[in-house]
């Protein structure tokens, strides 16, 4: 149980674009789902949570306009960052967790190289 | 805010020795500290958690203590093996009934290299 998938794995786009990063929750409702970018070898930076049916709360110094989350369902959240610039190439994770619990399962992850 | 310190950041030992990762915190109404284990190019798995109304919790060969008044915990895993060289991150997050809503804030993570 608790298996978290993501969508797509690796993406390549060109400089100006905006990309479109899914995460669902496949065996439970995910009440919260998280999105975190990490660099290479570094930790987990959370950039905002989102609540199913709410706005998402982004953290200091993540600009909400350039990456919009959306948390329609209980199952489906989806990061999408416009206007990328190759500042953006990461790797981008969403996690995911049922509500009143403290335990979140990440999805696989997502690598964004932006050229 | 809550802040995680985590140490040591490399930590290489033999095959069959423990090792012992620590970790501390800062805001004393955190009660939930997970531990998740993440391999090179993979998600983060969660290996184990602990919650502030106990002080030691064992899996198998890995275990979690918790000193809630020096507000540090720690990951020890015995007999290690080479399969579990990976970078593992601990956290720390409150729930409702603490004024928070389990956002974890995470440590800067330990690299674990097992020697064969």
Known sequence: ?115 | GENVEQHPSTLSVQEGDSAVIKCTYSDSASNYFPWYKQELGKRPQLIIDIRSNVGEKKDQRIAVTLNKTAKHFSLHITETQPEDSAVYFCAASKDHASGGSYIPTFGRGTSLIVHP
């Open chain 1, 1 to 115: 149980g608790a298996v978290v998938s993501q969508h797509p794995s690796w993406v390549i786009c060109k400089s100006g674009t905006s990309v479109k990063i899914e995460c669902r929750s496949l065996d439970f409702q995910a009440t919260t789902m998280f999105w975190y970018r990490q660099f290479p070898k570094q930790s987990l930076m959370l950039m905002a949570t989102s609540n199913e049916g709410s706005k998402a709360t982004y953290e200091q110094g993540v600009e909400k306009d350039k990456f919009l989350i959306n948390h329609a369902s209980l199952t489906l959240s989806t990061l999408t960052v416009t206007s990328a610039h190759p500042e953006d190439s990461s790797f981008y994770i969403c996690s995911a967790r049922g509500l009143g619990r403290g335990e979140q399962y990440f999805g696989p992850g997502t690598r964004l190289t932006v050229t």
